[in-house]
Each structure stands twice: as structure tokens, then as C-alpha cells.
Nanobody
Framework: QVRMVESGGGLVQAGGSLRLSCAASGRTFSTYGTGWFRQAPGKEREFVAAIGSGGTTKYADSVKGRFTISRDNARDTVYLQMNSLKPEDTAVYHC????WGSGSSYATSYDYWGQGTQVTVSS
């Protein structure tokens, strides 16, 4: 079992930045593919970014060039650096891990989820 705990959310003005962290515990995190997803009120959960155990990344078109996903396997932590934030980025952000080494944009392919952290971007 892997436990995922997100932190770093908050309220920020449009154009600002936030850095989300997701600390994992329980098993060998370095072998897992990980991802970030978000869910805004009244909307379905959507893919944001993913990173594989080898460092290969993928992003949703809506965040390319603004968000960067990274991981520190020594700390069992994955990060999401968010720059040039927009009001439409407002959502609860969840990190996830899966029992495959590659990252994925499909939420159903992930085995472990965090509770989420709220990000609110004001205009």
C-alpha cells in the first residue's frame, strides 16, 4: 500500500506561482509512475501531468509551458511547479501513483491517490 499526501495549495492571484508537493510512503516509490490530476466544482477529474520512474514526462495541452512535473526519488516526493496561473486552473489537485513505471494520462490506470489540495486562482 502507498499513502500519498499533497501539500502546497493555496490562494494566488492570476499570473502567480505555486509549487505542489506529494509525499509518498509505504513502498518503493521510485519504481512507480506518478501523475497529477485536478477536479473543479461541477467538472470531471482531468489529467494535468505525469512522470515515469525514468523521468519521462507528459502534460495536458492546457498546462504545457506553464507547469512542470518532477520527482525526487530519494525523498519519495513528486512536485508540480505551476507558473502563470489562470483562474481556470482553480481546482482540487490530486497526486496519484501506479504499479507501472510509466506515467499515464488515464486516471483509471492509477492505484493510489492522495486526498487533494485546493488551488484557487483569483482574477
Amino acid at each position: 500500500q502507498v499513502r500519498m499526501v499533497e501539500s502546497g495549495g493555496g490562494l494566488v492571484q492570476a499570473g502567480g506561482s505555486l509549487r505542489l508537493s506529494c509525499a509518498a510512503s509505504g513502498r518503493t516509490f521510485s519504481t512507480y509512475g506518478t501523475g497529477w490530476f485536478r477536479q473543479a466544482p461541477g467538472k470531471e477529474r482531468e489529467f494535468v501531468a505525469a512522470i515515469g520512474s525514468g523521468g519521462t514526462t507528459k502534460y495536458a495541452d492546457s498546462v504545457k509551458g506553464r507547469f512542470t512535473i518532477s520527482r525526487d526519488n530519494a525523498r519519495d516526493t513528486v512536485y508540480l511547479q505551476m507558473n502563470s496561473l489562470k483562474p481556470e486552473d482553480t481546482a482540487v489537485y490530486h497526486c496519484a501513483a501506479r504499479n507501472w513505471g510509466s506515467g499515464s494520462s488515464y486516471a483509471t490506470s492509477y492505484d493510489y491517490w492522495g486526498q487533494g489540495t485546493q488551488v484557487t486562482v483569483s482574477s
